[in-house]
């Protein structure tokens, strides 16, 4: 039963590949700011690769 206290998340980066709790959502931060430099250096196809990957990370971290 406690083991399901413990969520490890894959990230499909092979830098970053597995993520737990406050480093998870650190993670998803930088990958945030990223997605609004590229954004705003006209980048929109990258910002909305990034902005995908933050729903799959958000996602799998609810476990949804």
């Given amino acids: ?3 399901r206290d413990y969520l490890d998340v894959g990230t499909g980066d092979d ?3 597995h993520l737990v709790g ?3 959502r ?6 945030e700011k990223r ?3 590229v954004a705003g ?8 690769r990034l902005r ?3 729903k ?3 996602a799998r971290e609810l476990g949804v």
């Fill in 15 to 17: 830098e970053t590949a």
């Fill in 26 to 31: 650190s993670h998803i931060r930088d990958l």
């Fill in 52 to 54: 995908d990957e933050i």
């Fill in 35 to 37: 997605m609004k430099t």
């Fill in 41 to 48: 250096d006209l980048e929109f196809e990258e910002a909305a």
């Fill in 1 to 3: 039963m406690y083991e």
């Fill in 56 to 58: 799959r990370l958000e």
């Fill in 22 to 24: 406050k480093d998870l």
